[in-house]
């Protein structure tokens, strides 16, 4: 991949990746979602404050756009764009240039780019994930669950290049954008997750 390549593929995806689904569908109930709940403008929180029917369609929002950033860093340059565009749309997501850069965590277009790319290893830690979160409630416990198993597995199964370091920055990206969380989980003061709707006037302090 050329640099021209690079530095075309990082711009597309950065833009498609700051556009906010979650922002988006609260915008039209009037309201925004980063002044409300855990201040995220993903699909966790907007299930929170909003319900699961806005919190689905903030997902497959979320999902959609990393696929066509990943599909357009794969025309642009094949496989490393591919990988390339996937972190930059991430990053587009987490920091948002529409919305002031304060955008989501990230978790729903890394499992979207990890599944898109590498299917089996997601499959496993995927999983994995949904009984993690299953037993605990903690939605950021399995988020970053995901993220770290399916490092593991693409650096076990596929080796440090090119996927093993991709993998590693996506979970560093996840890491940070979550130091919050693990700040609570370390002290015994994380949410843990529900399906019903808190009302607007409630703190939650959750993914």
Not at 50 to 79: E, M, N, Q
Not at 105 to 116: H, Y
Not at 131 to 152: E, Q
Request: a positive charge; one cysteine or more.
């Amino acid at each position: 991949m050329s640099l021209a390549q690079f530095l075309l593929t990082a711009l597309i995806a950065y833009l498609i990746g700051s556009f906010s689904s979650g922002i988006f569908v609260s915008a039209l109930k009037g309201r925004d979602i980063r002044k409300e709940g855990s201040k995220s403008s993903g699909a966790t929180n907007v299930t929170r404050v909003l319900g699961p029917s806005y919190g689905l369609v903030t997902f497959l929002g979320d999902f959609l756009k990393s696929a066509l950033a990943l599909g357009a860093g794969y025309v642009i340059a094949g496989l490393n764009g591919a990988l390339a565009a996937s972190v930059f749309t991430v990053i587009g997501h987490n920091w948002p240039i529409y919305y002031q850069f304060q955008g989501g965590k990230g978790i729903v277009c890394s499992v979207a780019v990890v599944l898109l790319i590498c299917p089996a290893e997601a499959g496993i830690a995927g999983a994995a994930t949904i009984l993690i979160i299953w037993l605990t409630r903690y939605v950021s416990v399995g988020s970053l669950s995901f993220l770290a198993l399916s490092a593991l597995l693409l650096i076990i199964r596929r080796g440090m290049v090119p996927y093993g370091w991709w993998s590693l920055i996506l979970l560093a990206l996840g890491l940070f954008q979550h130091r919050s969380n693990i700040a609570r989980l370390l002290n015994g003061t994380e949410n843990k997750f529900s399906l019903k709707r808190k009302s607007s006037g409630e703190s939650i302090k959750q993914l």
